[in-house]
T-cell receptor
């Protein structure tokens, strides 16, 4: 079991560029989540999904889009990156509302 | 607004010593409280979970307590080891739904020195 994996591990973008972060889980979990973690702050929920083909907004969704075309994958897109989106992004999955299992994170720097 | 406050923000302890981390929350309605351990450069990993009716839960050298009346929780680390150096995050759930029902604390960064 690989658990939750994230691609890429690290990325540098210029303002205005776009990119997609990929999250994959092999635990057959229904629920998947995208968070961002900034220094001195708790993790904040960006978007989440309760199943294939469904997504919903979290606490800080602006500037991000997501897609869940397959149960095991959850994609996070930045259409036009801004320096304020410099952060560490964590994906997580859970069996419905139970304990969340987190990926190793993607460190994003927007210049 | 739901909030989770953790203290201290950071602490340094000597290997073999004990320490206690604090978590105060104002989350309603309360469903459960979890403590996560996050190693540097890694994602958080669940240590314990407690519901309203539980007031203590152990996981090896980690013992969490919950006082639902005062809305406080603590995480006690016994006989600390170098591998305990990490951030510890208190997370309170306001329900079992998948939405933005989890409130994360800012974490306590623990450094264990030999």
């Amino acid at each position: 079991n690989a658990g939750v994996t994230q691609t890429p591990k690290f990325r540098v973008l210029k303002t205005g560029q776009s990119m997609t972060l990929l999250c994959a889980q092999d635990m057959n979990h229904e629920y998947m989540y995208w968070y961002r973690q900034d220094p001195g702050m708790g993790l904040r929920l960006i978007h989440y999904s309760v199943g294939e083909g469904t997504t919903a907004k979290g606490e800080v969704p602006d500037g991000y889009n997501v897609s869940r075309l397959k149960k095991q994958n959850f994609l996070l897109g930045l259409e036009s990156a801004a320096p304020s989106q410099t952060s560490v992004y964590f994906c997580a999955s859970s069996y419905r509302g139970q304990t969340q299992y987190f990926g190793p994170g993607t460190r994003l720097l927007v210049l | 607004k739901n909030q989770v406050e953790q203290s201290p923000q950071s602490l340094i302890i000597l290997e073999g010593k004990n320490c206690t981390l604090q978590c105060n929350y104002t989350v309603s309605p309360f469903s459960n409280l979890r403590w996560y351990k996050q190693d540097t450069g890694r994602g958080p990993v669940s240590l314990t979970i407690m519901t309203f009716s539980e007031n203590t839960k152990s996981n090896g050298r980690y013992t969490a307590t919950l006082d639902a009346d005062t809305k406080q929780s603590s995480l006690h680390i016994t006989a600390s080891q170098l591998s305990d150096s990490a951030s510890y995050i208190c997370v309170v759930s306001a329900g079992k739904a998948a939405g933005n029902k989890l409130t994360f604390g800012g974490g306590t960064r623990v450094l264990v020195k030999p």
